[in-house]
């Protein structure tokens, strides 16, 4: 019979256990939302929501008892400050644990801790307006420096500017000025009914 062995031990012992989830209260109010295990983010649960209690008495004593909670001023102070005006009108339920599925490595069952009615929303779950165009990444040389792409528009305008053409244009101009010239008069020989027909008309 487990009777008033309350909380999860988690193979640690008691002062790593303390030192656990006084780093993680501290994560978890500096961020507002962290990822851990399903049943690290169950006991994290009511360390948080004590913690916040405590900032909205605002009293000295409420203040040291929370620093035995939390590690660091800054963190502290946001408890006693903004915390404290964000849920004055929450009777309590100041985190929300959202399930995430299992890990890859030990299918630990993981998942979202994060503290209600938070501004700054993350990038899940903010409504996409409108999907953006993905840029292509230039390709890179085996001494890791990037290949750049030459434009048209420089080409052109160095054309412009200079008066001279590229390689290109000036084999299409050759090849377009070059006539066929047929193989006959190449080898010089005159068909011998060209011949012919020349001896009839002078006769």
Known sequence: MRHLKTGRKFGRTSAHRKALFRNMVT???DRERIRTTLAKAKELRGKVEKTITLGKKGTLHARRYALKLVAGKDSLKKIFGPLAERYANRPGG????IKLGNRLGDDAPMAFIELVDRKDESPTQQPVKGKKKIEETPKK????K????PKKDAKESITKATGKKS???EKKIAQ???KPVDKKEKSGKKDKNLDVDSTTKKT
């Open 27 to 29: 994560a978890l109010i």
């Open 94 to 97: 100041y985190t929300r644990v």
């Open 141 to 144: 040389t085996a001494a890791g």
């Open 146 to 149: 990037k290949i750049k792409k």
């Open 167 to 169: 390689d290109g244009e």
């Open 176 to 178: 377009t000025k070059k």
